[in-house]
């Protein structure tokens, strides 16, 4: 069983729309979740960050936890073409980050 | 956050050689963390370098083939040596932000082995 897990996409959602990205995650003990997004060509660019259970929004983005089921989620409201990305799930585990393989995202005009 | 600076930002190397890459942070940090991503894929943690001491490898990564240097608590350089095609990837440094605010990238490495 991989450590992140990330449907690789891609996810194709209009523009305007809500994009809803998702990860589960396997070490029980984990405390910090991050969503980071990738243009193609460049390096991860944090956007999210969460520690506690429930939604954290920031802007047009939500990140969502839920510690009892291992799962971390991002929405992402009002679709712009500029969202369109990898967008990858990392999670700490005895004191380093681990990635999901990301998920694909791209909004259509 | 930390702003990273790392270079080459690319480079195409013959096989067999070794290629240094380099990261300079403008602050001081305690641990620096050095990445793989290999085409199409996630990244995956090389090894965890503190100053003052031995790199910490993950599993599948040896110190003969990436050595990795940390003389004080804003550089670090990680050596690719011995490349083969397989060693193609882009190689990324990282650092711990302040207050656990997740990780910054450099700008990443994107080596050719040929």
């Known amino acids: 069983q991989k450590e992140v897990e990330q449907n690789s996409g891609p996810l194709s959602v209009p523009e305007g729309a809500i994009a809803s990205l998702n990860c589960t995650y396997s070490d029980r003990g984990s405390q910090s979740f991050f969503w980071y997004r990738q243009y193609s060509g460049k390096s991860p660019e944090l956007i999210m960050f969460i520690y506690s259970n429930g939604d954290k929004e920031d802007g047009r983005f939500t990140a969502q936890l839920n510690k009892a089921s291992q799962y971390v989620s991002l929405l992402i409201r009002d679709s712009q073409p500029s969202d369109s990305a990898t967008y990858l799930c990392a999670v700490d585990s005895a004191s380093k980050i681990i990635f999901g393989s990301g998920t694909r995202l791209s909004i259509r005009p | 956050s930390a702003v990273i600076s790392q270079k080459p930002s690319r480079d195409i190397c013959q096989r067999g050689t070794s290629l240094t890459i380099q990261c300079q942070v403008d602050?001081?940090?305690?641990?620096m963390f050095w990445y793989r991503q290999q085409p199409g894929q996630s990244l995956t943690l090389i090894a965890t370098a503190n100053q003052g001491s031995e790199a910490t490898y993950e599993s599948g990564f040896v110190i003969d083939k990436f050595p990795i240097s940390r003389p004080n608590l804003t550089f670090s350089t990680l050596t690719v040596s011995n490349m083969s095609p397989e060693d193609s990837s882009i190689y990324l440094c990282?650092?711990?932000?302040?207050?656990?605010?997740?990780?910054?990238f450099g700008s990443g490495t994107r080596l050719t082995v040929v």
């Open positions: 990282s650092v711990e932000g302040h207050a656990n605010y997740g990780y910054t």
């Open positions: 602050s001081q940090v305690t641990m």
